[in-house]
């Protein structure tokens, strides 16, 4: 006799379903403390000068950087163990490329930007921060759709 339930998903199945929702939300947390929150919030607390605000957020950002880079790697794993969709690849893809475009082609804009304000010849604020803000948005919107994606896909497959 057979059962009507579906036979239980392998570890690795389970695995890569889990890494799909697990890495976008550490990720939205990542973005969220320090993008949205931290960066807006530091050069507000007493005693923070421009240099030396300038100076904590490239070595924050340096990190959660590398962080990204990270998670982007686990997510791809995550999806090549087994097949996610369509609407998945090209989510991942998106995500994929906004980074691509914020490590290579904003953080550096951002970078020089940083080093003529520290040397006194600009006085900050500039189009690579309204750039990194707007790909920052459209990174987190990627990452939600991910993340519901994923959701959606475990509810289905657990039953829960």
Not at 84 to 94: D, E, I, N, P, T
């Amino acid at each position: 006799m057979t059962s009507p339930l579906p036979a239980p998903a392998s570890r690795g199945a389970q695995w890569a379903v889990a890494a799909r929702i697990y890495i976008p939300a550490l990720w939205l947390g990542l973005i969220i403390g320090i993008s949205f929150i931290e960066a807006p919030l530091k050069f507000t607390a007493p005693g923070i000068t421009i240099p030396l605000g300038l100076g904590i957020g490239r070595r924050v950002f340096f990190a959660m950087n590398m962080a990204e880079i990270i998670f982007f790697i686990a997510l791809v794993a995550g999806s090549a163990k087994r097949a996610a969709g369509k609407a998945w690849g090209w989510g991942v893809g998106l995500v994929g490329l906004l980074l691509l475009i914020k490590t290579a082609a904003i953080r550096p804009g951002l970078s020089a930007r940083t080093d003529a304000v520290l040397a006194g010849v600009s006085d900050g604020g500039s189009l690579w921060h309204y750039a990194y803000i707007g790909v920052e948005f459209c990174l987190t919107l990627a990452l939600v759709a991910l993340l519901l994606m994923a959701a959606k896909r475990w509810i289905r497959i657990t039953g829960r």
